[in-house]
């Protein structure tokens, strides 16, 4: 089973929900569940290992596979550069440029070139880094300094799902926002946590959040963080639409400062241990498709 975490915009405490709930998991898991993953799709700043500090055992590259032109063979003939849909490669009299940072490695050219002048070559765009923390199996992806896909990378790493899907769970800390790179992270998933704020930017971008989450036709719930006087801007959103509010987590100085030490908060008090025991069980209660998850009783 999957469950993601998302949320429309950064800075809403996605990370910090999906790591204690990971950790609560891990905690009281039934033998049912043969293994819990925790990957950290955030790739262009990965940050759950903060939480979870990881032993990272294993570090594997990725690499999309880019044009390579040869000019002996080359009649400059065009019909690369009008199979691009991205604009990688221009054609020139006496030249071809391949412009690497738009290439998405279709291999569209190489497949349509009449001279069979292409030949594709790798690149590498980051590194999936694989580990341990206590009970949880632990990867997360990690983009290259300047590199502008993510997609590809995250692509990657998600194949830990279909080597790895008899008897596990898997939860993944989706990047912020609803581009590409959220879509790729999400689709696939039994449900989604959205985790937001309640501020009139937090309710913006939720509901840009829900439009994406609705087209890829996966039951979601909002968490709200930093709970507060201003919730029913949210309540009042989610009761128009139908979507149930899991749990909220309370603006809280002491929350606030175990986060700043890199310290999960179910580790520090009971109260905030049930937040995530009964974040557990209200996404039971309304995924449409139930995969049981056994939890062991506190």
């Known amino acids: 089973m999957i469950i993601s975490f998302a949320s429309g915009k950064g800075g809403t405490g996605k990370t910090t929900v999906a790591v204690n709930f990971a950790i609560y998991l ?6 049912s569940i043969e293994k819990i993953f925790f990957l950290d799709c955030d790739v262009e700043e990965p940050n759950a290992g903060i939480f979870l500090k990881p032993k990272i055992v294993k570090i594997e590259s990725v690499d999309i596979f880019i044009p390579r032109v040869n000019l002996e063979l080359c009649t400059f003939c065009g019909k690369c ?3 691009c849909a991205y604009n990688a490669i221009a054609v020139l009299k006496n ?4 412009f690497e940072q738009l290439c998405h490695g279709c291999g569209g050219c190489s497949l349509f070139c009449p001279t069979q002048a292409i030949s594709e070559v790798p690149r590498q765009i980051g590194v999936i880094e694989k580990g341990r923390s206590d009970r ?5 992806g990690r983009l290259n300094i300047g590199e502008a896909m993510a997609t590809p990378l995250i692509r990657n790493l998600k194949k830990l799902v279909l080597n790895n ?4 769970i898997f939860i993944i800390d989706v990047p912020p926002g609803t581009s590409c790179p959220v879509i790729e992270a999400i689709k696939e998933s039994n449900f989604t946590v959205l985790v937001t704020e309640p501020t009139p930017f937090g309710l913006n971008d939720l509901q840009l959040a829900v439009e994406t989450v609705r087209k890829l036709q996966i039951p979601m719930g909002v968490v709200i963080n930093r709970s507060g006087d ?7 959103y989610c009761r128009k639409q139908g979507i149930p509010v899991l749990v909220r987590i309370p603006l809280n100085r002491e929350i606030a400062h175990f986060y ?3 310290i ?6 009971e109260q905030y241990r049930d937040f995530f025991a009964q974040l557990v069980q209200k996404i039971l209660e309304n995924m449409s498709h139930q995969t049981i998850i056994d939890i062991e009783e506190v």
């Open 260 to 262: 700043s030490q890199g």
């Open 136 to 140: 949880i199996e632990f990867a997360q």
């Open 95 to 98: 030249d071809v440029l391949v």
């Open 81 to 83: 550069s009008e199979v």
């Open 165 to 168: 899907s008899k008897g596990s």
């Open 230 to 236: 201003s919730d029913n801007l949210i309540e009042e």
């Open 264 to 269: 999960p908060i179910i580790n520090v008090k």
């Open 26 to 31: 891990s905690q009281h898991r039934n033998k």
